[in-house]
């Protein structure tokens, strides 16, 4: 075993021990109140992992779900134990930023699939006492907001003054809306879809295929033969990540370049920088999160169509809602592209819902949501005070104040 | 073994086979005449093995070089031994149509580093008297146009009167146009390019990544094991497969329509059309494409940029040059965009060449040049006829005709 390896080996074991217990705030629903999920089956027990920012106010009115994206965790605003890495929304959490914690009471869950320590198929099965692998019913996007609606009462808030998120958390957010309006002042969806397109679908379905035909899978029990199907997962992000850029920010960032050389080798090493990144993106990867999951969350996409529901007519899915609508879509994201936010504009707009949208220009693709937009940031920003402000929510948390000078 | 297992080692028996020994014609040049690749070897034994439709003239200037992309073969207007499937640009080449076998006499060889019979990685090195494998040095782009000039002096053709392709057959087409101008009367660039982009070669890496991820590679000498990496190039080309179709043509095609069921399963199956669609995409594939092969033709594709061979100045590579030019593009083609083919158009005006230029309303994504497209048969059946013209190119056959009427 190479050195290598042995570090890629404690990171799997980090990942998989955070998996099953987080260190992490969590909730476990326990036999009596199991989740309904869309497969038919009731799950249980239902463990649910999330962190909390900021301070809850007495009348529990100033509190925003966030919605984490495909692979994202509910360490938002801080490190996450398996990465070490920094929140993944730094940029959009914090004191006086767009989701202001010296405001708001932020919550962010692990998404159920997930693999951070909410139920997914690298928990244990309680009929079997092994992992669930594939014997984890399939999750919905509508399963993960139940959850998260049961995470809420949990904490004993009525409504939220905000849902948001971008990607599988715009999904998530959606969802939100359409099932539980009252729930909801406000939602901010970003770079998202009311369903996911036949390309889409198609990228994930390329990914689950590279995961299944790793050997090292093993029909999904992997964990008890003591693999993991590394190479599978990692090709899997490698496809992924080429969507989440858009040709501009690929060509701006590494070109024709070449990696650590100053002529090619006529070989198949990673001359291009691009070659060496991705596979560096699909290594690291393959380090932090479980292959299942990646099955089970690209698959939650993948069945997620609001508008089915509502016998084809989104805007059914919004009538009479009071909810406040913000949207964001970006220029040069091709997986979620401005026409999918417009068609969910126009089904608000059929609703006669309140609704703003912006599309931003820029060339980073999909994951611009994840980077630095000031654009993005004061458009969120002003969604958020006029709401706020419409809420009749302080602009400065009183409670939690009184609370620090009185501690 | 399953009866499917069965089927698909038989098709990989064909595929070997035509690989050695092609059905179609072969030229093989010895050791007195290596190909000098631009890896710095001379390659030798090689053989070419490639296909021809209508008749030479006597001065021998009626002849139409095509080249194929990727994953083609010589069969571009005859059925190929491999899949039983009628030639790939039957709607292009025919009696009366834009390249008229009663005109012309069109040529079409396996690029080398293919699998149809020209040298690629499953011929026998002679150094060891096993498939190359990854033996096989590099090949690029102009290797296989350098390849192709000696197939063309071998047939005793001094000036082609046009060499056309698409896609990496594009490639081959502005090599031929750059290296060897006075031996071109015309060329048709379709949906090419004169580099690829950094998001190319990100696509065709993931490609190779899953085809050496697969532990039935084995590092390249699976032919040694009696293995294929069936499942790893099966996913290499889902993946390619995604990006040579148009977000709107795969919607049109499948959007979220299930496959032959009326309800989601809930499963991993592949519950729609897209899904089973790709996986068939793929398996096929394998049981016709070589492994190695893959590997090396999306490596000539990555090494192309012909810019770089002069001083970055791409209007450089056709100085003086009196080829009459035609290109065309797709406006869906997100993989080969127009403004790739408008780069090249660019270049040319810059110096001076004959360039006709179309950009087709078409949302069929880069597939359309392979596809029924009327627009683009019109434009280069008028480009054609107007370059036999001022070629003095008789408007009938003569020799051919008088040729039958003499037999």
């Known amino acids: 075993m190479t050195e290598g390896s042995d570090i890629n080996q404690q990171a799997e074991d980090i990942a998989l021990q955070q998996a099953r217990t ?10 009596d109140q199991p989740l309904c999920l869309d497969a038919g089956i009731d799950l249980s027990p239902l463990t649910i992992a999330y962190e909390t920012y900021g301070k809850l106010n007495d009348d529990k009115s100033n509190a925003i779900l966030v919605c984490h994206a495909l692979t994202g965790d509910q ?18 959490i914090g004191p006086g930023k767009p989701i202001d914690t010296e405001r708001y009471f932020i919550i962010c869950s692990n998404v159920i699939g997930g693999c ?19 014997e984890l019913p399939i999750i919905t996007i509508r399963d993960m907001v139940r959850a998260q609606a049961m995470l809420v009462d949990h904490l004993g808030i009525d409504q939220l003054f905000c849902v948001i998120g971008g990607s599988m958390g715009g999904m998530q957010v959606i969802q939100w809306a359409a099932a539980y309006p009252e729930r909801c002042a406000s939602v901010v969806i970003i770079a998202s879809a009311a369903h996911h397109t036949s390309q889409n679908i198609a990228f994930y379905e390329v990914g689950r295929q590279a995961v299944m035909a790793d050997p090292d899978w093993h029909g ?14 990692s090709v899997a992000r490698m496809a992924a990540h080429v969507t989440y850029m858009s040709e501009t920010s690929l060509q701006n960032k590494f070109g024709r370049n070449l990696q650590d050389r100053t002529a090619k080798t006529f070989s198949f090493d990673a001359d291009f920088q691009i070659e060496s990144y991705l596979r560096h993106q699909g290594m690291t990867f393959a380090d932090r999160f479980d292959a299942n ?115």
Request: aromatic content about 12%; charged content about 20%; hydrophobic content about 35%.
């Open 116 to 134: 951070n320590g909410s139920t997914g198929p690298a928990s244990i099965n309680p009929d079997t006492g092994k992992a669930y692998g594939l």
């Open 75 to 92: 360490y938002a605003n801080s490190p996450s134990p398996v990465t070490g890495k920094p929140g993944w929304w730094n940029s959009m």
């Open 293 to 407: 999951s990646y099955l089970y969350v690209t698959r939650a996409m993948d069945y997620y169509d609001l508008a089915a529901d509502y016998d084809g007519q989104l805007a059914n899915a919004f009538m009479g809602t009071k909810t406040r609508f913000c949207l964001v879509s970006f220029t040069s994201d091709w997986m979620f592209p401005t026409a999918e936010s417009r068609q969910i504009v126009h089904a608000l707009n059929a609703a006669g819902a309140s609704v703003s949208f912006v599309e931003i220009d820029s060339d980073k693709g999909h994951d611009a949501f994840l980077l630095d937009e000031p654009e993005m940031f004061d458009a969120i920003d002003g969604f958020l005070k006029s709401a706020a402000k419409a809420q009749g929510l302080p602009s400065h948390n009183r409670e939690a104040e009184n609370k620090e000078a009185s501690s």
């Open 220 to 233: 999904g029990r992997y964990l008890d033969h003591g693999t993991t199907p590394r190479k599978g997962l």
């Open 22 to 31: 987080p260190s992490s705030q969590s909730v476990t629903f326990g036999a």
